[in-house]
Structure formats: structure tokens, C-alpha cells
């Protein structure tokens, strides 16, 4: 565990081994997530999933036939409702 001193002026001091850990260095942004009970998420990896997620943005058209029944089975609602309870309770 890393111990933080926040300074006069609310500011915090990253040791250079958090740095290296999180991969980031000047000029990098850091994503922070408030979380109930004083907790805190840091992510230093938003801005790079943001990157790829831009990246990939494809037409609508894309997705047609993304689902596409490939194995030739037919189930009926039953089947996928049971499907879905086995997969709740872990058995499958």
C-alpha cells in the first residue's frame, strides 16, 4: 500500500513507482470514478479505449447478419428461458 499526503493546496504527489504501475507520465490524463463510501476508481487506461473505441466505429450495416443462425438449431422460448435459468444457477 502507497500512503498519499495531500498537500496545502489539495493536491496529492504520485510516487514514481504508482506511475510506472498505472503506465503513465506527463501530459497523460487519468480517469477518476467516485464511488460511495469514499472510494475512488483510478483508470489510466480510458483514454486509449476511447482511441480504440473511435477507432472501430463501424456503419449500422455492419451488424446485419451479426447474429445469424449458423448451426442450422432452432430453439424454441422455452428452451432459451430454461438455457438462461441453468446458466443463472451455474450449471451450465
Do not use: C, S
Not at 19 to 48: N, R, S, W, Y
Amino acid at each position: 500500500m502507497v500512503r498519499l499526503k495531500v498537500t496545502a493546496e489539495n493536491q496529492i504527489t504520485l510516487d514514481q513507482a504508482i506511475l510506472e504501475h498505472l503506465g503513465i507520465g506527463p501530459g497523460d490524463e487519468i480517469e477518476v470514478t467516485l464511488q460511495p463510501g469514499g472510494f475512488a476508481i483510478v483508470d489510466a487506461g480510458a483514454k486509449e479505449r476511447q482511441i480504440e473505441a473511435d477507432n472501430r466505429k463501424l456503419p449500422i450495416e455492419a451488424i446485419f447478419g451479426m447474429l445469424e443462425n449458423t448451426t442450422g438449431k432452432r430453439y424454441t422460448i422455452d428452451e432459451l428461458n430454461e438455457a438462461i435459468e441453468e446458466g443463472w444457477a451455474g450449471k451450465r
